[in-house]
């Protein structure tokens, strides 16, 4: 059975889309193979990507498919190490059959107070999640766009205090750069388009932080190569 993470939160623009490609890539590269269900009809950001990203050899391991139905927890799996549900901004019936299908979920947040307040309607779901399927759903959150050495960025630091119960705030925080948006429209990834350069390194860090704490959670042979451990910044 593959491990089936949900890329979820109520607010459109906060880096669901982006973040799933760059785990995508960095699972590629660890040689899994990944399946990316696109949920988030009818933008379908990722299906557009993918409309590029295909053409990459890296990718070869990689397939991302529309997912429009409410019925992501009846799917049968197809042989893939990891699924990556990249969930649509809005807390419909998509977002709860992705709940009841994932291992995990990951939220990434943009660091203010009202967006770290919106999660509320968030852990609702979750909750709801939990209790109907009778087992437990580790949810991290990862901060996302921080301007480092900024007043925000210091107050950031306070959000972890504010998260719902249930959710915790991972170490990893993805800094405001233009590379994970000239990656996205380059159907890659900063990971294939600048390896050297920040945002291959935050994607780095995040891969391997989310691998440790599924590990430690699900207890999946993720395998972690040399190039997702111990990067550093
Ligand atoms: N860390 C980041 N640095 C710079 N721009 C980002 C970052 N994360 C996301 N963006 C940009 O923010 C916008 C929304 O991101 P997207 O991934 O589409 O969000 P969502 O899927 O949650 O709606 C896009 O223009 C994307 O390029
Ligand atoms: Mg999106």
């Known amino acids: 059975m593959p491990f089936v993470l949900a890329v979820c939160s109520q607010k459109g623009g906060s880096g669901?889309?982006?973040?799933?490609?760059?785990?995508?890539?960095?699972?590629?590269?660890?040689?899994?193979?990944?399946?990316?269900l696109d949920a988030d009809?009818?933008?379908h950001t990722l299906l557009r990507w993918y409309g590029e990203a295909h053409k990459l050899p890296k990718f070869a391991s990689l397939i991302v498919e529309a997912a429009p139905g409410a019925d992501l927890h009846k799917r049968r799996w197809p042989?893939?190490?990891?699924?990556?549900?990249?969930?649509?901004?809005?807390?419909?019936?998509?977002?709860r059959s992705a709940l009841a299908a994932a291992d995990a979920l990951l939220v990434p947040?943009?660091?203010?107070?009202?967006?770290?307040?919106a999660l509320s309607?968030?852990?609702?779901?979750?909750?709801?999640?939990?209790?109907?399927?009778?087992?437990?759903?580790?949810?991290f959150v990862v901060l996302n766009r921080l301007k480092p050495r900024t007043r925000l960025?210091?107050?950031?630091?306070?959000?972890?205090q504010l998260l719902p119960n249930g959710f915790q705030m991972l170490d990893t925080r993805l800094r405001d750069?233009?590379?994970?948006?000239?990656?996205?429209?380059?159907?890659?990834?900063?990971?294939?388009?600048?390896?050297?350069?920040?945002?291959?390194?935050?994607?780095?860090?995040?891969?391997a932080e989310l691998l440790t704490h599924t590990r430690k959670t699900h207890g999946t042979d993720t395998r972690s190569p040399s190039s997702l451990r111990h990067q550093s910044r």
């Open 16 to 36: 669901k889309s982006t973040v799933v490609t760059g785990l995508a890539d960095a699972l590629v590269q660890s040689a899994q193979r990944v399946l990316v």
């Open 41 to 43: 009809a009818p933008q």
């Open 79 to 95: 042989a893939a190490d990891t699924v990556i549900i990249d969930c649509p901004g809005r807390l419909d019936g998509v977002v």
């Open 109 to 117: 947040l943009q660091p203010t107070y009202p967006d770290s307040w």
């Open 121 to 139: 309607g968030l852990a609702e779901t979750v909750h709801a999640a939990v209790q109907a399927r009778k087992r437990p759903l580790p949810a």
């Open 153 to 160: 960025a210091k107050q950031a630091d306070g959000l972890g």
């Open 177 to 207: 750069l233009q590379g994970f948006q000239v990656a996205m429209g380059s159907g890659d990834t900063p990971l294939g388009l600048d390896p050297t350069g920040p945002a291959a390194a935050d994607l780095r860090q995040l891969a």
